[in-house]
């Protein structure tokens, strides 16, 4: 019988599984270093069907976040308010004005008003708003000045490196459980030291294993 190939290459698939994993591995960080930008969607600002202004009601009339997204605290996600929410105030306050017109028709035939989505992480990566909150990290610190948006829009990257980039070193980003929503807090320029609020009963961990974003 002719010999077509060495004898060597009989190891050549050996030598293949044994390295795979490796290159595997190699090949993720590769990807996670350079396709991971630090920059992706920061600025996205879809059009909403209702010219509804963060800066007047959050800014000027100063409402606290949580009346409208009432259930960060509790869960994964921020609720966006129904329709009921804007009908507390909008059923005496403003009501001619045709840019409430789209508010009236969703209160009368109790069709939602089909808000259009500005964050959004990609389905196999795990968030979970309440624990944020209750470690202490504020809106603002992801979402930027969202009382002196008109139209809200992406302020950070949401990319795994933003979220790994303080999970590393979580500390300068907390604040005192009740500033969470205050936008007016400087979390680079405060005294407050997490080791000596009296409320927190333990170090803040986050997850920087794979598994724990991608479960
Ligand atoms: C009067 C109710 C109301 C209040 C108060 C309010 N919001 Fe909103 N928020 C909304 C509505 C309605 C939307 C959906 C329309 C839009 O994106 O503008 C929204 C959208 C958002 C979004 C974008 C959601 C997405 O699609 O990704 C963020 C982030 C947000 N709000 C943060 C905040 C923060 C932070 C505060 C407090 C400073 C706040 N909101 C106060 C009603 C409110
Ligand atoms: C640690 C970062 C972080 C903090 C703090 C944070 N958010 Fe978010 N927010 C996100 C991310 C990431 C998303 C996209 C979530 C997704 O796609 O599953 C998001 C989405 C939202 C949305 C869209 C609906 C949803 O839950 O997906 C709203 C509204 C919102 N945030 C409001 C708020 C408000 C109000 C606060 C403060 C009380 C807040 N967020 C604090 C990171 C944060
Ligand atoms: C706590 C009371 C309150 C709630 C709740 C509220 N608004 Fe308002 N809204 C106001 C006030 C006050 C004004 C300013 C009226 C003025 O300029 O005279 C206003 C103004 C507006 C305007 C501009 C109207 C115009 O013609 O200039 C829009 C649009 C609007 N709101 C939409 C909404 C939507 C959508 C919601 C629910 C997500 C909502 N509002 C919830 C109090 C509220
Ligand atoms: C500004 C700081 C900050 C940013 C940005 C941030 N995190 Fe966190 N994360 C924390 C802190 C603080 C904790 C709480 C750890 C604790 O309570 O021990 C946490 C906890 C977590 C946990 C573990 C708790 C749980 O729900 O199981 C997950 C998962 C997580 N973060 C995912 C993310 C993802 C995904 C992103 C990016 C989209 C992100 N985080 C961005 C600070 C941050
Ligand atoms: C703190 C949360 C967090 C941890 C820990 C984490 N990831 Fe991610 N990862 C994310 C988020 C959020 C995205 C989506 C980013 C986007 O949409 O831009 C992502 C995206 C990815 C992607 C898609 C490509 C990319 O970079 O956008 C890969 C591959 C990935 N992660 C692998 C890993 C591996 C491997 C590890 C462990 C070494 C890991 N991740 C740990 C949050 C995390």
């Not at 059009?47 to 509804?52: G, H, K, S, Y």
């Not at 004005?97 to 789209?102: C, F, G, Q």
């Not at 989505?117 to 000045?145: E, I, Q, T």
């Not at 604040?175 to 936008?183: E, S, Y």
Request: glycine fraction near 4%; charged fraction near 20%.
């Amino acid at each position: 019988m002719a010999v077509i190939f060495p004898k060597w290459t009989n190891r050549v698939p050996m030598v293949l599984a044994a390295g795979m994993p490796v290159v595997t591995v190699a090949l993720i960080f590769l990807i996670w270093y350079t396709w991971s930008p630090r920059y992706t969607d920061v600025g996205y600002q879809p059009e909403q069907p209702v010219p509804f202004s963060h800066a007047l009601h959050a800014g000027n009339l100063g409402m606290d976040c949580r009346y409208c997204h009432n259930t960060v605290e509790q869960g994964p996600h921020a609720a966006i308010p129904p329709t009921s929410t804007c009908m507390n105030c909008h059923a005496q306050v403003q009501t001619e004005s045709p840019r409430l017109e789209t508010v009236r028709q969703s209160a009368e035939t109790g069709e939602p008003i089909p808000w259009v989505r500005v964050h959004l992480l990609p389905d196999y990566a795990y968030f979970d708003h309440s624990v944020h909150l209750a470690a202490g990290v504020g809106c603002s610190s992801c979402h930027g000045r969202v009382d002196r948006m008109v139209e809200v829009r992406q302020a950070e990257p949401l990319s795994m490196r933003w979220c790994l980039d303080c999970h590393r070193d979580p500390e300068p980003n907390l604040r005192p459980h009740d500033q969470i929503t205050n936008m007016d807090w400087d979390v680079a320029n405060n005294d407050y030291n997490p080791s000596e609020d009296p409320h927190r009963t333990r170090d803040v961990n986050p997850p920087q294993h794979c598994s724990g974003c991608h479960r």
